[in-house]
């Protein structure tokens, strides 16, 4: 029989934090479900510290990923061999507590007739060390609305879901819209949320469930401008798209929120890179 959840990590260029986020999802407290992981052609040792995992009864290791198509190549073919009805994506050097699983399931069938359910995240370092406790969800708490949880992330200007790490969703909505939305790339996990949300509502567990790595190395001045642009851009999308949904002024504040937010990411990052 097919797991309740499918978890699956698109991995790239882990192969240093890859071993704790495998091993945080192996860890998990609720037993129905699978784990499918894909290398996407690392030139580190991400695919020797996969195969320590091939014969580990829970986990499928596919074979590599062919180079190429960004984020969503990988996102999309991990996700595409996901069997549960449930999904969760977790980025390959992120971590989920141990009583993750268990804890969102039980929040969808407490709720039924929802369709994706998020939690806070910490935000830690290259060496697992808390930089912000319980971040995300503004808010939102327990069961809400679609359309109120879209405004909520639009008006505040960010990703108030968070990483994927943090969401849990029906996979038969991903396979109805067509898989992840790479539209925007550096908002390829809202965009894709704010799409599943469209068909129902959300419950929020305000707790740090997942922990969200952040380093020196990924970030940029020049990547807070851009998801600045792309999150402005989005907004406008949603508003044309979807009539009734957002107003103008809702826009107008999440633009705003936006362009600060890109403002006090740079600061963030070159705080980051000199801390590291």
Known sequence: ?????????????????????????????????????????????????????????????????????????????????????????????DLIAPSLLREQVEALDAHPGTVLVACSRDVIDAAGGILIRGRGLAALDGRVRGEEALRATVRAGTNIFGEPACVLFRRELLQREGGWD????????????????????????????????????????????????QSMEFHRWLRQAHSGLLSAGDVAIGNMRATALGLARRAAYVWLRRRM
Request: proline share 6%; aromatic share 8%; glycine share 8%.
């Open 1 to 93: 029989m097919n797991p309740r959840v499918s978890v699956v990590v698109p991995a790239y260029n882990n192969a240093r934090y890859l071993a704790a986020t495998l091993d945080s999802i192996l860890a998990q407290d609720y037993p129905d479900y699978e784990l499918v992981v894909a290398d996407h052609s690392s030139t580190d040792d991400t695919a020797g510290v996969l195969e320590r995992y091939v014969s580990h009864p829970k986990v499928r290791v596919l074979s590599p990923t062919p180079r190429g198509g960004g984020a969503l190549a990988n996102w999309n073919r991990v996700s595409g061999h996901a069997r549960g009805e449930l999904l969760k994506l977790v980025c390959g050097d």
């Open 182 to 229: 790479s539209t925007w790339p550096y908002l390829i996990d809202q965009a894709t949320y704010a799409r599943i949300l469209l068909h129902g509502d959300m419950v929020a567990l305000r707790r740090p469930l997942a922990s969200f790595r952040v380093s020196a190395g990924q970030w940029s001045v020049r990547l807070a401008g851009q998801h600045a642009r």
